[in-house]
């Protein structure tokens, strides 16, 4: 190990943060009469949002309790990961520590090697990680003096029927958070002027997401989650698979603004849709989880 590299964390280090994630398989219902037989961590797809601090020492333990190898692959480390949670037969574990060094929004999935990455993210076994930064705090929180008062953590990912659906990219499903049109029948209520801060992962696996609200511009933007990669006033954040924005939007109005990703014919119309929905006497849920 190269301790000097960011990532690496000291020799004998104690963690500041310790995450257990638990590897299974279940039916997962994802719509009305809709079961995906899912691989899982801790019980549901997507898996545990993980939330630490820029330059905290962090350990995850992946446990396997299901009957199939699995492994972790974990984008917020920069360090080796696979020799440590990788391959992970059913009945062990393995353990991870790194230095969360680079603040941004990641993705987290099964790698249990070879063919089996594609499959098990095929297969839903997948989460969002947060490296909240230290340092420099985003612009509008840093101009308003305040955190947002609504946070929501959005994983898109799909759903497909086979593996040749797969191989072709022809989603069955695609959906904000484990479940189809999931916001449109459980729509996220605001105010006017609420601010908001989206943690926007595209999981994929193969769709790339065009991420607007109808209604609304994108205030700031920041690629990767990271606070130095900023960009101002965009209609549309355009993320591949695994990739990330953290966005900074104050709601303009009463009214309901739909969330969507705008490739309306390949995901809107298969789930990708969700709804802000704005009043002045809302009751607020403060953070919204995948």
């Given at each position: 190990m190269a301790p000097d590299i960011p990532g690496n964390p000291p020799p004998n280090a104690v963690p500041d943060k310790s995450f257990l994630l638990i590897a299974s398989e279940a039916d997962v219902m994802i719509d009305d009469g809709v079961v995906f037989k899912a691989f899982i961590f801790n019980g549901t797809t997507p898996g545990p949002l993980i939330v630490v601090r820029e330059g905290?020492?962090?350990?995850?333990?992946?446990?396997?309790?299901?009957?199939?190898?699995?492994?972790?692959?974990?984008?917020?480390?920069?360090?080796?990961t696979s020799k440590f949670v990788g391959n992970i037969a059913p009945g062990s574990e393995g353990r991870l520590v790194f230095t969360a060094d680079f603040p941004g929004v990641y993705m987290y999935h099964c790698a249990p090697g070879g063919h089996g990455i594609l499959t098990y993210t095929l297969a839903g076994m997948y989460g969002m990680i947060v490296v909240e930064p230290k340092k420099d705090?985003?612009?509008?929180?840093?101009?308003?003096?305040?955190?947002?008062?609504?946070?929501?953590?959005?994983?898109?990912?799909?759903?497909y029927l086979n593996g040749r659906d797969f191989f072709d990219g022809k989603a069955a499903y695609v959906m904000f958070n484990g479940k189809v049109f999931r916001y449109v029948t459980e729509p996220i209520h605001a105010r006017p002027c609420d601010y908001i801060r989206f943690y926007f992962l595209?999981?994929?696996?193969?769709?790339?997401?065009?991420?607007?609200?109808?209604?609304?511009?994108?205030?700031?933007?920041?690629?990767?989650?990271?606070?130095?990669?900023?960009?101002?006033?965009?209609?549309?954040?355009?993320?591949?698979?695994?990739?990330?924005?953290?966005?900074e939007w104050r709601v303009p109005d009463e009214g309901n603004f739909l969330i969507v990703s705008h490739a309306f014919g390949t995901q809107a119309i298969k789930g990708a849709v969700g709804i802000i929905a704005s009043s002045s006497n809302a009751s607020v849920q403060n953070v919204i989880y995948p």
């Open positions: 905290e020492v962090v350990e995850i333990i992946i446990k396997n309790v299901g009957g199939f190898t699995h492994g972790l692959s974990i984008h917020a480390a920069n360090t080796q705090s985003y612009l509008l929180e840093r101009t308003l003096g305040r955190e947002p008062d609504i946070k929501v953590y959005l994983i898109q990912h799909e759903v595209n999981v994929g696996p193969n769709h790339v997401a065009s991420f607007h609200a109808v209604g609304g511009i994108w205030e700031y933007v920041y690629q990767g989650g990271n606070p130095a990669n900023m960009a101002m006033g965009l209609q549309t954040v355009t993320v591949g698979p695994t990739d990330s924005y953290v966005i």
